[in-house]
């Protein structure tokens, strides 16, 4: 199913929790992908995850208000 599961596995299991406690899910848009994986590679680098989490907040939260 997956070539590489990293990523889908830690996203189920992310998204498993958020639902646990009622905190919605996490979905990238399709067309902020790009943007996402920017601010993923600026924290590969940069080890910095504050700019990547607001980010997350900001654009990619679905299910709650």
Do not use: H, R
């Not at 199913?1 to 979905?27: C, H, P, R, W």
């Not at 399709?30 to 080890?47: A, D, H, Q, S």
């Amino acid at each position: 199913m997956f070539l590489d599961g990293n990523k889908e596995v830690a996203n189920l299991i992310t998204n498993k929790e958020m639902i646990k406690y009622g905190q919605g899910i996490i979905s990238i848009p399709v067309e902020k992908i790009g943007e996402y994986f920017t601010k993923l590679i600026k924290y590969y680098e940069t080890n910095n995850i504050k700019d990547l989490k607001l980010w997350i907040y900001e654009n990619c939260i679905d299910g709650i208000n």
